[in-house]
């Protein structure tokens, strides 16, 4: 069933990425109807997630995040399939690095950069990196699917990024073997992801909340002398994002245990607080409570 669902939808996903970006984000617009009005997606758990986070906010501010939020999250979804067909010179146009030379300076100094990337804005065109004059090899790692043809499908649609999707298994064998061939690799993480309940050990004032954190970045930095980034993407206006990189940590074993992880979640609560819209509210980021454990 999974091989027949993959033929059927490959086909259809390209015919949608190929459309033009006025037709296209008109489609985004049908699907916000359906997902907000008719269907309403995970509702429940955005209201919940927002409350938590904003609770000195009015009844009507949280409604006017939560439905700029479904619009711009039902962009994401249709700009992950646009991954499909988009060519270099449209993506540097729509996804820009401002600070490149940055990322060359610490390319130079470091035997690999893990970027730490939040579920916020645009993280979908992030490797958009290979497109630009670097020395590393773009490297996203990700949670591999239980469906090998659903799985197959995540590929191929981000393939065209020039980046070889790695899943969490693979990713400190391949940083161990780049490193030990000299291979300069940029490994982008997304780093805010809830861990398993039977995984966590650190636990983070996140949005006023107390929240178990995923600390495996900074682990994987620390093990490898792989320095840290966080990578700062903003919407500009609609299908357009800049991207900031951030140093975090240059010699993360100079860090104390879990420092650079609170760094990171200190930065992307800057983002979320400053623009809301932006950050994945369907994500059930905050179901654990510490006073169970």
């Given at each position: 069933?999974?091989?027949?669902?993959?033929?059927?939808?490959?086909?259809l996903l390209w015919l949608i990425s190929i459309l033009p970006f006025p037709l296209f984000y008109l489609l985004s617009d049908i699907l916000y109807f359906l997902a907000y009005y008719l269907i309403g997606y995970r509702k429940d758990v955005v209201k919940s997630n927002l409350k938590l986070c904003f609770p000195n906010k009015t009844n009507k501010e949280l409604k006017n995040i939560?439905?700029?939020?479904?619009?711009?999250?039902?962009?994401?979804?249709?700009?992950?399939i646009k991954t499909l067909s988009i060519s270099e010179k449209q993506l540097k146009k729509r996804f820009v690095y401002k600070n490149v030379d940055e990322f060359r300076r610490l390319e130079k100094s470091s035997p690999g950069v893990i970027v730490m990337c939040g579920?916020?804005?645009?993280?979908?065109?992030?490797?958009?990196?290979?497109?630009?004059?670097?020395?590393?090899?773009?490297y996203a790692i990700y949670k591999k699917l239980k469906n090998e043809y659903f799985?197959?499908?995540?590929k191929d649609i981000r393939a065209n990024l020039g980046t070889t999707l790695i899943n969490s298994r693979e990713a400190?064998?391949?940083?161990?073997?780049?490193?030990?061939?000299?291979?300069?690799?940029?490994?982008?993480?997304?780093s805010d992801?809830?861990?398993?309940?039977?995984k966590?050990?650190?636990?983070?004032?996140f949005m006023g909340v107390e929240t178990p954190v995923f600390t495996g970045s900074e682990a994987m930095a620390k093990k490898l002398g792989f320095a840290v980034m966080y990578l700062k993407v903003e919407k500009v206006k609609r299908g357009f994002y800049e991207a900031t990189f951030s140093p975090l940590a240059e010699n993360p074993k100079e860090y104390e245990d879990f420092k650079i992880t609170e760094i990171f979640f200190t930065e992307l609560e800057k983002q979320i607080k400053n623009q809301p819209e932006?950050?994945?509210?369907?994500?059930k980021r905050w179901k654990f409570n510490r006073k169970d454990f």
């Open positions: 069933m999974g091989k027949f669902i993959y033929y059927i939808l490959y086909p939560e439905k700029a939020f479904y619009h711009h999250m039902c962009d994401i979804f249709l700009e992950m579920h916020y804005a645009s993280y979908e065109w992030a490797t958009a990196i290979n497109y630009y004059d670097t020395n590393n090899k773009g799985d197959k499908l995540i400190i064998p391949t940083m161990l073997r780049n490193k030990r061939d000299g291979q300069k690799g940029s490994y982008y993480m997304i992801q809830s861990p398993k309940k039977s966590i050990k650190v636990w983070s004032n932006y950050y994945l509210w369907t994500h």
